[in-house]
């Protein structure tokens, strides 16, 4: 089974190598939990390499100076070779931001036809902010023309399913995350079963008051477990077994 590094030593032990190449992975969770934080690592961990990423931003998470610490100094006060190291590195990573759902469509649109050809990881982050966003005017336009909601339902389908192919057919590993929310005292994943059909290894992080935990909720090799970590400049590293 080939895996790509998840560009932290402690992640990379936990999931026994990486993640997968020819599936999709889907983060999810809450606010700050360090959704953005595992994308980037795993984006920084293929683009030093030389490899082309493919990073989708709808959330404006994606932010250089968290790629220059976490690439850090090559030497004591290597200054210069530190940027020429991070514009190597931001080189190989592109960065698409589609600011609504119908933006993001046509992303989607140009991953399905050629975009990735060119790419040996391809990461969504998030794939559900501004479907929650177009659900809720579907819902308003629900009510003059019925079948708005399946309509808007049926397009994340699609694109996560473009996804699914992707992964598939090119072996190209995807990372995507989600967001959650609240019903009846449970946390649930939006997307709901969309994304619970097509991920294949689903990722929970929680973070209650600081102390950060990474659930392995599903792996097709791998049993539930967890993790506790820390974020810090030079990236994630563990706090302790559970």
């Known amino acids: 089974m080939v895996k790509i590094s998840a560009g932290s030593y402690d992640l990379n032990k936990w999931l026994h190598g990486g993640y997968e190449e ?9 606010a700050a939990s360090g959704k953005t934080n595992f994308c980037l690592l795993a984006a920084v961990s293929q683009a030093k390499k030389g490899n082309k990423v493919i990073y989708v931003d709808t959330e404006g998470g994606f932010s250089a100076e968290r790629v220059k610490q976490i690439i850090g100094k090559v030497n004591g006060d290597g200054k210069t070779k530190q940027i020429e190291d991070i514009n190597k590195v931001m080189e190989n990573i592109l960065l698409l931001k589609p600011t609504n759902f119908n933006e993001q469509k046509k992303v989607f649109d140009r991953l399905a036809k050629h975009l990735e050809d060119e790419a040996s990881l391809i ?34 389908a699609r ?43 689903i990722i929970e992080l929680v973070n209650e008051k600081g102390n950060r935990t990474a659930y392995l909720r599903k792996h097709r090799s791998l049993p539930e477990k967890s993790l506790n970590f820390m974020i810090y400049d030079g990236g994630i590293r563990k706090r302790g077994w559970i």
Do not use: A, F
């Not at 990372?175 to 449970?186: G, L, M, P, S």
């Open 159 to 201: 694109q996560i399913g473009i996804l699914g192919e992707i992964t598939r057919k090119k072996n190209i590993p995807i990372i995507v995350t989600n967001q959650t929310y609240n019903w009846e005292d449970e946390k649930k994943m939006v997307g709901g079963d969309i994304l619970k059909y097509w991920g294949k290894c």
């Open 123 to 156: 990461i969504v982050d998030s794939m559900t902010i501004h479907y929650r966003i177009e659900l809720g005017d579907s819902r308003e336009r629900n009510i003059q023309n019925p079948g708005e909601i399946q309509k808007t339902n049926s397009e994340l």
């Open 22 to 30: 020819d599936v999709v992975t889907v983060i999810y969770g809450g």
